[in-house]
């Protein structure tokens, strides 16, 4: 990519405000999480069709962002995130029409679709608006604005199930009208923003992107992604049904295992954001991964709501900063491949499609501690990429 000169100053607030924005946007995909436990129940499913669900959603994370990363080099990273904002917004009417498992699930789709062409092109986007050293930190309050929706989507279901709010007979499926209305805002105000971007070079290929993985470190952060949106989906679903099955809560008592991993989450962002603008990445990674660990360990043995919960927050907080940190030294190693690199890390969001089969199978078999020890596994890699960071 052509470096080109940092974008007027007086106009900084004008861009930062639709991107942020757009970032919101970005954590609609995380509704999927407490959307799939009502699906189970009002559907009847068991813990491996309802794993079916998220897995799906990142599935096309896998087919879509390599493919995003080369439609960038064509039409711009603004345009490219324009046409994620449009099918986020199909995605989420979908919902409101029908209620069925495969109108259900073409929505999830459509939503995962737009998800990974939006998470592909906006981190680049970002990046053509900053200094390289700003990046990680940058990043994280996107993460932090996107943890904003993320924190919303279970409240807003949650108010919607109890019919505390007009929902026009929507249910808990009020979010996807809230959030519809939000990415119609988004797509106005990203569309009258200008926005000067960087020029692609050369216009590559699939295979070319894809041989990006063969450079050690590369290979090594897009594992790392896997892990980290495994954990996070994986968390997101998993939680309420590790209190219903521990202490017998309702779906509608145990949205609170989601609420408080995204209250953490959030406030992990927040803090990273401060953080990491001010000390090594490396060794506010290796605090993030330990708090992850303490937090698996709680859930393994915690006999107590409160000792289950505490480990949910442990993980939300710990995970809460391992995208930005890791996307943020994918990109800076490979400077002038942002697109392709940008692609490749957002086709490693497939761990979400991994993950929760992985999580949906081994419940059936031994219950939610074979869950919980496929998440261990990607806290056991986290930590081995700690001693990787300083190579970046």
Known sequence: MKNIPSQAPGNSMARFIPVMLCFFAMGFVDLVGSATNFVKVDLGLNAAQA???????????????????????????????????????????????????YTMLIAFSLLGIGN?????????????????SRLASTLTFGQFVKALASLLAPYLMAWGAAAAIPTLGLG??????????????????????????????????FL???????????????????????????TNTFAPQILSERFGL?????VIGTQIYFYFRTGGCL??????ARMSAKVFFA????????????????????????AIALIGFGNSNVFSVIFAQALNRQPDEKNEVSGLMIMGLFGGTVFPLCMGFAQDAVGVAGAVAVMSVGVAYLAYFILKIKKA
């Not at 020029?199 to 290929?205: L, P, S």
């Open 51 to 101: 794993g079916f669900i998220p897995s799906l959603v990142f599935f096309w994370f896998l087919i879509f962002a390599v493919p995003t990363g080369i439609l960038m080099n064509r039409i711009g990273r603004k345009k490219t995130v324009m046409v994620s904002l449009i099918l986020t917004l199909v995605s989420l009417l979908i919902p409101i029409v029908g209620t069925g498992y």
């Open 116 to 132: 990974a062409v939006m998470q592909t092109s906006l981190n680049p986007l970002v990046s053509g608006l900053i200094q390289p």
């Open 172 to 205: 808990w499926r009020v979010v996807f009208m809230v959030f519809a209305a939000v990415s119609i805002l988004s797509i106005a105000m990203l569309g009258a923003t200008p926005i000067t971007e960087e020029k692609a070079d050369r216009v590559t290929g």
């Open 208 to 234: 070319e992107c894809v041989r990006l993985l063969g450079i050690p470190f590369v290979a090594l952060c897009f594992v790392g992604i896997m892990c980290h949106v495994g954990i996070d989906v994986g």
């Open 250 to 254: 309702s779906v509608e008592e145990a």
């Open 271 to 276: 803090l990273g954001s401060w953080a990491l």
């Open 287 to 310: 605090l993030s991964v330990i708090c992850m660990a303490l937090g698996m360990a709680g859930l393994f043995v915690g006999s107590s709501q409160a000792v289950v919960l505490g």
